[in-house]
């Protein structure tokens, strides 16, 4: 298995590549930051790298605005090695965490930063035409003329992302940008985020260790662990079709079962649990009899009710989350585990109370047989 894991690391079709990184490593003295890394990014795509704290996420985005070079392998824009090419020359700009703008500046002047510093110089007059269009492109004219300080973490976040995109770069790189914002901030900058990068057409890549964040925001995800691609795919993909317990555990809540297989066909596999339970699934990948593994089963996808077919199961806690309600429930032989009930099943039933014992139950597809690294 190569770095690019499970899934492809190419672009996605019909797309020209403008970024890529190949066999890419870097090393810190004895530690590898990053190990064999292959991903070619289209043009236009907003990609994630997802993972957390030092699995190598940064590293790969550092490596590709220049501030990183390899230790081995090749960094490439535009289909030319830029290994050995300056971070302000690359047609490439990045939004940091913190912002890195500059206190004593004025907005107008934080965002017309980097076109002061090109050569040959801009007219004043071209200058001042760029920052304006990117001031209506954030939602900031009217606020040009004031100090960083005078702004909310929302503004500034707005402020750094016009510097950035006011050079009109080809790859812009954003280093979990939202990360000092609180949630529902958040959840309106990540709106802004996915209309901006398509109003422009510059192509994003965001480093997060926010799955919620990932998800609504990427045309592909990146799951990184110990500076390696595990799985590269679309939400959706890595959401149905996790490679092993770390991709399933990373990306959504997920139940999870120890166990080996007793038997493999096309289609399904049987399963016998730790616990002594039987289990029929899917495999995510070829699997032998004899292997060890674990059952994965999404929380939204088992069905509770009073009476019916299913696992007897006792409600041990219950928390309304507004959408849904999670219920943590005691299998004789299975032991604890998450449901998800949908609020509308909660409106038509009525809601199930702590110690109510209920029968549980889950589609054959909604069991995945999952390596357990």
């Known amino acids: 298995m190569n770095s690019a894991g499970y899934g492809s690391g190419a672009a996605p079709k019909n797309s020209m590549i403008i970024a890529e990184l190949r066999g890419v490593s870097k090393r810190f003295g004895e530690v590898c930051a990053a190990s064999d890394l292959n991903l070619s990014i289209g043009e236009g795509e907003f990609l994630s790298f997802l993972g957390p704290s030092g699995c190598g996420k940064t590293t790969a985005l550092r490596m590709l605005a220049g501030f990183e070079t390899p230790t081995e392998g090749d960094v490439l824009l535009d289909g030319e090695v830029v290994n050995n090419l300056d971070a ?3 047609p490439v700009n990045m939004v940091f965490q913190h912002y890195a703008l500059f ?21 004043k007059a071209a200058i001042a035409e760029k920052v304006g269009k990117a001031l209506a492109t954030v939602r900031l004219v009217g606020l040009e003329d004031r100090r960083i300080w005078e702004l909310s973490g929302g503004q500034q976040q707005r402020v750094a992302l016009a510097r950035a995109i006011v050079n009109e770069p080809k ?10 914002l609180d949630r529902k901030l958040r959840k309106e900058m990540q709106i802004e985020l996915q209309n901006l990068q398509r109003q422009l057409g510059i192509t994003f890549v965001l480093v997060t260790h926010d799955q919620e964040e ?15 691609i595990i799985q590269i795919g679309s939400p959706q993909e890595l959401y149905d079709r996790p490679r092993n317990r770390y991709v399933a555990g990373f990306v959504g809540t997920s139940n999870f079962f120890d166990g080996k297989v007793t038997g493999a066909s096309q289609d399904l596999t049987s399963v016998l649990l730790q616990n002594g339970a039987e289990v029929t699934g899917r495999a995510m990948a070829e699997v032998s009899v004899g292997q060890e593994i ?11 009710c009073r009476d019916g077919e299913g696992e ?3 409600v041990l806690n219950r928390i309304f989350l507004g959408e849904h309600t999670e219920y943590l429930v005691m299998h004789e032989t299975l032991g604890e585990f998450l449901v998800l009930s949908p609020r509308q099943s909660e409106l038509n039933d009525g809601p199930f109370n702590t110690g109510d014992a209920l029968s549980a139950a889950w589609d054959v597809s909604a069991a995945l047989v999952l ?3």
């Open 371 to 373: 390596d357990r690294n």
């Open 294 to 304: 674990c059952i994965s089963v999404r929380p939204e996808q088992i069905r509770l």
């Open 103 to 123: 206190p004593h500046m004025t907005v107008a002047q934080n965002i017309g930063y980097g076109l002061r510093q090109i050569r040959p110089r801009i007219p």
């Open 171 to 180: 790859l812009l790189l954003l280093d979990e940008p939202m990360a000092a």
């Open 88 to 90: 302000h020359v690359r």
């Open 214 to 228: 990932a998800l609504s925001m990427s045309d592909r995800i990146c799951i990184m662990r110990d500076g390696k």
């Open 312 to 314: 007897s199961v006792v």
